[in-house]
């Protein structure tokens, strides 16, 4: 809208604030009574190294790349380097003789640096890097935290739940 004169425009409030409203004390007695309703329900504490979590098939732990048959899927595009928004993965590609003419010589991940995001999985044409269910990560230097294709390669049959849940979710 605008003025009589035409030139400003005018806001105009489709309800202006009460008094009571202006103070934020019944959002503040709405936040009390949620914090005090919370308190009396049960807790539970996991007792974590003798009581595992067991993700869901949607949990994103670690990135893996899959391993069919003593052979990685990876084709070595690259696409998964370039999407991740943490620059932490790095690949190099070689050419081969085989059926998928192309395969990482290097492919690292900096664990570090991963915000375990899922850019990556959703990128790969080949489903070769999923996030897996492995959620415990230890480092004592940096240089551990560098998981290269020893550390990262995973069989199918092992990431075969996650595997049906992309297959589903898409």
């Known amino acids: 809208m605008t003025n009589s004169n035409g030139s400003q425009p005018v ?3 489709s309800k202006d604030l009460s008094f009571w409203q202006r103070t934020y004390i019944p959002e503040i007695v709405k936040g009390m009574a949620l914090t005090m309703s919370q308190i009396f329900k049960p807790k539970f504490t996991r007792q974590y190294p003798e009581e595992r979590f067991n993700p869901q098939p949607s949990y994103r ?4 790349l899959v391993e069919e048959e003593g ?10 380097a370039r ?3 943490a620059l932490a ?3 190099q590609a070689s050419e081969t003789e085989l059926v998928k003419e192309r395969y990482p010589v290097k492919f690292e991940i900096n664990m570090l ?6 850019f990556c999985e959703e990128a790969c044409p080949e489903e070769a890097i999923i996030m897996s ?5 230890v480092f004592t230097n940096p240089e ?24 589903q979710a898409r």
Do not use: N, W
Request: positive net charge; charged residues 30%; proline residues 3%.
């Open 133 to 137: 269910d492995e959620y415990e990560l």
């Open 89 to 91: 993965i790095e690949v």
């Open 113 to 118: 640096r991963c915000i375990f995001c899922g």
């Open 144 to 167: 551990q935290a560098i998981y290269g294709k020893d550390k990262l390669l995973m069989s199918a049959d092992r990431l075969r739940t996650r595997l049906e849940f992309l297959r």
């Open 83 to 85: 999407v991740c928004p």
């Open 71 to 80: 052979v990685e899927r990876c084709v070595a595009c690259g696409l998964c």
């Open 11 to 13: 806001q105009v409030r």
């Open 61 to 64: 732990g670690r990135p893996v």
